[in-house]
């Protein structure tokens, strides 16, 4: 079975701050990885999908990459502000998707 | 429209009563997805439909019933629940023909308390 762990658990960091979070997985045999944010009590917002065949995506100030090989993947938050404080969820996709654990990011003024 | 909706947003019931939790989308997607979230841990996957047909069942109890009436519309049935039920329960949907491009899209889920 795919398991999905997310490092670190929980960080906190100055605004504007560039940052990054970790997202690793078992099996490399996956169709796409997404990430996810999640204000409290909230829904999940899709922040960026990456195919099998990609090496990165980028949004606005968040980019993320993959390495399938080494079942890894990167979010990539450049000059951070309060309100990229939230959990940051990635997801891998083989059939089914597989959730990691999560990080809680906070973002202090 | 790339919305999911789900309705309540809030729920209160006691273990004897019987209620639904209602999703709909209209992105033509194929694949819709009941997840439960207890707080601060990551959603666990319940049910999966695909075409309308029920396609995982990730070993839920039977108090919880799922239902796909159309496309466009997930029902989640619940009965006799017990107090460790209570949970965010969200819904999702995605594309199932172009697998590597299945993006999941997430309504903004129920939160249901048991008594």
């Known amino acids: 079975k795919q398991e999905v762990t997310q490092i670190p658990a929980a960080l906190s960091v100055p605004e504007g701050e560039n940052l990054v979070l970790n997202c690793s997985f078992t099996?490399?045999?996956?169709?796409?990885l997404q990430w996810f944010r999640q204000d409290p009590g909230k829904g999940l917002t899709s922040l960026l999908l990456?195919?099998?065949?990609?090496r990165e995506q980028t949004s606005g100030r968040l980019n993320a990459s993959l390495d399938k090989s080494s079942g890894r993947s990167t979010l990539y938050i450049a000059a951070s502000q309060p309100g990229d404080s939230a959990t940051y969820l990635c997801a891998v996709n083989r059939n089914q998707f597989y959730f990691g654990t999560g990080t809680s990011l906070t973002v202090i003024p | 429209d790339t919305e999911v909706t789900q309705t309540p947003k809030h729920l209160v019931m006691g273990m004897t009563n019987k209620k639904s939790l209602k999703c709909e989308q209209h992105m033509g997607h194929r694949a819709m997805y009941w997840y439960k979230q207890k707080a601060k841990k990551p959603p666990e996957l319940m049910f999966v439909?695909?075409?309308?047909?029920?396609?995982i069942n990730e070993s839920v109890p039977s108090r919880f019933s799922p239902e796909c009436p159309n496309s466009s519309l997930l029902n989640l049935h619940l009965h006799a629940l017990q107090p460790e039920d209570s949970a965010l329960y969200l819904c999702a949907s995605s594309h199932i023909d172009l697998i590597s491009y299945n993006e999941q899209f997430f309504g903004p889920g129920t939160r249901l308390t048991v008594l």
């Open positions: 990456i195919q099998s065949s990609q």
């Open positions: 099996d490399s045999a996956i169709y796409n």
């Open positions: 439909y695909s075409y309308e047909k029920l396609s």
